[in-house]
């Protein structure tokens, strides 16, 4: 019989929703940087930092929806439960052989 791993199961809804989160803060920090960059930079430079204050909102949304392929396929079901039943015990069941 093959055991049981509670690792094949998927991340949960919140789990999935943090992560998802955390790639998108982080783009859109990227995204502040560009903003007050273009303040400082001339040349090349701002038209760099100008195309990832405007592109970086799209890439930050298809990046962070992006699931990675660490996800279980498939979740693994237990096997069924058996039950164990003694048993029952009276005069006639009596182990003592008298």
Request: proline fraction near 8%; charged fraction near 15%; hydrophobic fraction near 50%.
């Given at each position: 019989?093959k055991?049981q791993?509670i690792t094949s ?7 999935l929703?943090r ?13 502040m940087v560009?903003?007050?960059?273009m303040?400082?930079v001339q040349g090349?430079w701002?038209l ?5 204050a405007?592109a970086?909102p799209?890439?930050?949304?298809v990046?962070?929806?992006v699931?990675g392929?660490?996800?279980a ?10 039950v ?8 006639d ?6």
């Amino acid at each position: 019989m093959k055991q049981q791993s509670i690792t094949s199961l998927p991340p949960s809804p919140e789990e999935l929703r943090r992560a998802r989160m955390i790639k998108y803060s982080i783009a859109m920090g990227i995204r502040m940087v560009c903003i007050v960059l273009m303040l400082f930079v001339q040349g090349w430079w701002l038209l760099v930092c100008a195309i990832g204050a405007i592109a970086l909102p799209y890439f930050a949304v298809v990046f962070a929806n992006v699931q990675g392929g660490a996800v279980a396929s498939t979740v693994v079901r237990p096997g069924a439960v058996q039950v164990f039943r003694a048993p029952p015990r009276g005069p006639d069941n009596d182990e003592s052989g008298t």
